[in-house]
């Protein structure tokens, strides 16, 4: 079942991106707590982010999508930006990524955005190939930049 996280389901999802961040190897970088996720996905202001979990009954939250909206000038209409996507080892090959890309396709259109997006790891080959088995098509001609850190602040203070 693929329902919208709840504020119960904060320390689940905050152990599961840890556990990805494992995965992609950066480890080091996943300094998120659990008081600023649940800030970010239920704070009194504007949420910065949603979530949606798979819940796989007893077992519990199995998996999970964090995503927000970007806007595309191109289009003239906000997009869904999927920021991660994560199934527990063990439940992988049940279906659960699959409803959890479904349930974000189906709110994308609910939504009136132009278009669903995201990024994968290069190497993630597994990854990739289940994203086009869906349709999704790869950006070849766009690399992602990022500034964060001291290079953040470097140009801040420009």
């Given at each position: 079942?693929?329902?919208?996280?709840?504020?119960?389901?904060?320390?689940?999802?905050?152990?599961?991106?840890?556990?990805?961040?494992?995965?992609?190897?950066?480890?080091?970088?996943?300094?998120?707590?659990?008081?600023?996720?649940a800030a970010?996905?239920?704070?009194?202001?504007?949420?910065?982010?949603?979530?949606?979990?798979?819940?796989?009954?007893?077992?519990?939250?199995?998996?999970?999508?964090?995503?927000?909206?970007?806007?595309?000038?191109?289009?003239?209409?906000?997009?869904?930006?999927?920021?991660?996507?994560?199934?527990?080892?063990?439940?992988?090959?049940?279906?659960?990524?699959?409803?959890?890309?479904?349930?974000?396709?189906?709110?994308?259109?609910?939504?009136?955005?132009?278009?669903?997006?995201?990024?994968?790891?290069?190497?993630?080959?597994?990854?990739?190939?289940?994203?086009?088995?869906?349709?999704a098509q790869?950006?070849?001609d766009w690399?992602?930049?990022?500034?964060?850190?001291?290079?953040?602040?470097?140009?801040?203070?420009?």
């Amino acid at each position: 079942m693929i329902r919208a996280a709840a504020p119960s389901d904060v320390p689940c999802i905050h152990a599961l991106i840890l556990d990805l961040a494992r995965f992609e190897k950066l480890e080091d970088e996943a300094v998120v707590t659990v008081e600023q996720l649940a800030a970010s996905l239920f704070g009194p202001s504007i949420a910065h982010a949603e979530a949606i979990v798979a819940d796989a009954g007893k077992e519990g939250v199995v998996g999970f999508a964090l995503f927000f909206h970007n806007y595309s000038t191109f289009l003239g209409r906000r997009g869904l930006y999927l920021e991660d996507l994560f199934v527990v080892p063990a439940h992988r090959r049940a279906g659960h990524g699959k409803a959890l890309l479904r349930e974000l396709a189906r709110l994308a259109v609910e939504r009136g955005c132009g278009r669903f997006e995201w990024a994968v790891l290069q190497w993630n080959e597994p990854a990739i190939h289940f994203y086009r088995s869906l349709g999704a098509q790869e950006m070849n001609d766009w690399r992602i930049f990022r500034l964060t850190g001291d290079a953040l602040l470097r140009l801040a203070a420009k």
